[in-house]
Nanobody, 123 residues
Framework: QVQLAESGGGSVEAGGSLSLSCVAT????????MGWFRQAPGKDREGVAS???????SYTDSVKGRFTISKDSARNTLYLRMDTLRPEDTAMYYC?????????????????WGQGTQVTVSS
């Protein structure tokens, strides 16, 4: 069982930056796929970025070149650095994890979820 807790959300103007953190209650470095997802009002939850235990990453097209996913294994912490933010990035952001084979942005494969942190980008 893994418990996840996000922090770092807030309000920023378009073009600004934010960094999100997700602390896990247990080590996730050796066998877990970690991901960031987001859900805007009235929309489905979508995958933003994933990070496999071997360090491989994937991003949804709309954030490529602007967002960076990383982790600090010693601190059991996952990060999402978000640069050049746009109003359409406004959403609740969730951290998630699973230990199944493969690592991608399919939300159905993730077993553990945090409570979310709100990101609001104004134009």
């Amino acid at each position: 069982q893994v418990q996840l807790a996000e922090s770092g959300g807030g309000s920023v103007e378009a073009g600004g930056s934010l960094s999100l953190s997700c602390v896990a209650t247990t080590s996730t470095s050796s066998e877990y796929c970690m991901g960031w997802f987001r859900q805007a009002p009235g929309k489905d939850r979508e995958g933003v970025a994933s990070l496999d235990f071997d360090g491989s990453t994937s991003y949804t097209d709309s954030v490529k070149g602007r967002f960076t996913i990383s982790k600090d294994s010693a601190r059991n912490t996952l990060y999402l650095r978000m640069d050049t933010l746009r109003p359409e990035d406004t959403a609740m952001y969730y951290c998630a994890a699973h230990s199944h084979w493969g690592c991608d942005l399919d939300r159905a494969r993730y077993d553990y979820w945090g409570q979310g942190t709100q990101v609001t980008v104004s134009s």
